[in-house]
């Protein structure tokens, strides 16, 4: 079954695994991009770039236009693209504060909202937001990052609430520490540190997250909805 399919953010990092694993598995699949170019072994792929920044509502609504153009309506959105600007709550600006909710909380609300649409005509979808550990566990340094990664538990599970009777289901996965831009900014000292919390030993490849969501937007999970599953290597211990 090849379906519409968009992730965002899927030009590096997690996003671009989940991009490639689900066109792998014959998805017609579709990535925003922000910055710069998208890799070419996407279009390698067959994989559509379509650039998007999530805090404009009007880019959001241009890019899905562009894919429901090339591929039919987003039958399966995975709502990955974020930001983090870490700083202890005493010297974090309001402006860092509103940024990462804007674009983590706030741009997934306009990613999901718009794709629901589509799935609520065909009475049918598949909704998968990319929350963090730290949203259920907390994380000094991170109040902003946090508060917008457990935002999006509670908005997960009341999606799920609202369009379950459509038969479209809105899960969360919540990764550990992946190696990414994002954890290779942190230095060496804090990763050996972080290393060292995970029960596992070790980071999480960026494969290992995208399985999981090629699960949860597959039929296999069906009966799956409102549901956080951790790909942590143990560092929750399932919150
Ligand atoms: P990266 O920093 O490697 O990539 C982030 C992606 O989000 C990039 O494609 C970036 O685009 C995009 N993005 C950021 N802001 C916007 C915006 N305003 N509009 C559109 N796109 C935007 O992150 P990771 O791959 O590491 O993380 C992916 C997801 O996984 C995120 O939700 C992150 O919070 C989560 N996560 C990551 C963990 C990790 O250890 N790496 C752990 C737990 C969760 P651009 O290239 O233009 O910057």
Request: proline content about 3%.
């Amino acid at each position: 079954m090849s379906r519409s399919v968009l992730v965002t953010g899927g030009n590096r990092g997690i996003g671009l695994a989940i991009a490639r694993s689900l066109a792998d598995a014959g998805d017609k699949v579709a990535i925003t991009y922000r910055s710069g170019e998208p890799p070419k072994e996407l279009s390698d792929r067959g994989v559509l770039a379509v650039k998007c920044d999530i805090t404009d509502q009007e880019q959001v609504e241009q890019a899905y236009k562009e894919v429901e153009d090339v591929h039919g309506r987003v039958e399966v959105v995975v709502a990955n693209a974020a930001i983090n600007r870490d700083q202890l709550l005493l010297r974090m600006t309001e402006e860092d504060f509103t940024a990462v909710l804007e674009t983590n909380l706030t741009g997934t609300f306009r990613v999901v909202k718009r794709a629901s649409r589509g799935m609520l005509r065909a009475r049918n979808g598949r909704i998968v937001l990319i929350s963090s550990v730290v949203g259920l566990s907390g994380s000094a340094g991170q109040v902003n990052y946090a508060a917008a990664k457990s935002g999006l538990v509670g908005f997960a599970r009341s999606v799920a609430r609202e369009l379950a009777s459509r038969n479209i289901t809105c899960n969360v996965v919540a990764p550990g520490f992946v190696d990414t831009d994002m954890t290779r900014a942190l230095g060496e000292e804090r990763r050996a540190e972080i290393v060292g919390q995970v029960p596992l030993g070790r980071y999480a490849q960026p494969e290992e997250v995208a399985a999981v969501v090629r699960f949860l937007a597959s039929e296999d999970a069906a009966y799956i909805t409102g549901a956080v599953i951790p790909v942590d290597g143990g560092l929750g211990m399932g919150h």
